[in-house]
């Protein structure tokens, strides 16, 4: 007689599948802390895959790259291996290659779009200078 019992929880869990939903791979590898923070991140438009803006729902594969800004700064990752459950640290670094540009220091991140307080909205002029700063 065959064994039909599903793995369940007391089973392995599946670690690779050929695709995983975008923001479920971005929780499963820790980029956010809750997967409804990395959907919303999607929703607004906040995660790039291969350079178009991505929906929570699209699929990612191996070598796809995905782009999150978050927390003040941009991840840039390519995917090693799609999971689809949370992994632990020591996993979840293998599943990616982070293309990250360095995290500013405390005295660049205070020298950009400091202004006076009071000073009212920027100007147009002044927003063009702000981005030219930042890189965009």
């Not at 089973?11 to 975008?22: H, I, K, S, W, Y």
């Not at 959907?39 to 790039?48: D, L, Q, S």
């Not at 929906?55 to 999971?83: I, N, T």
């Amino acid at each position: 007689m065959a064994d039909t019992k599903s793995t369940g929880a007391a089973g392995p869990a599946p670690l690779e599948a050929g695709t995983a939903r975008v923001d479920a791979w971005i929780w499963s590898v820790r980029l956010t802390k809750t997967r409804s923070v990395a959907a919303t991140a999607c929703r607004a438009g906040h995660v790039k895959v291969n350079g178009e803006r991505a929906k929570p729902a699209q699929q990612v594969r191996a070598g796809d790259e995905v782009r999150l800004f978050h927390a003040g700064r941009e991840r840039v990752v390519v995917v090693r291996r799609p999971v689809t459950k949370r992994v632990g640290p020591p996993v979840a670094v293998e599943c990616f290659v982070d293309n990250s540009p360095p995290v500013p220091t405390a005295v660049e991140a205070a020298a950009v779009g400091l202004r006076e307080r009071g000073a009212g909205r920027p100007t147009k002029r002044e927003r063009r200078e702000f981005d030219s700063l930042r890189g965009r």
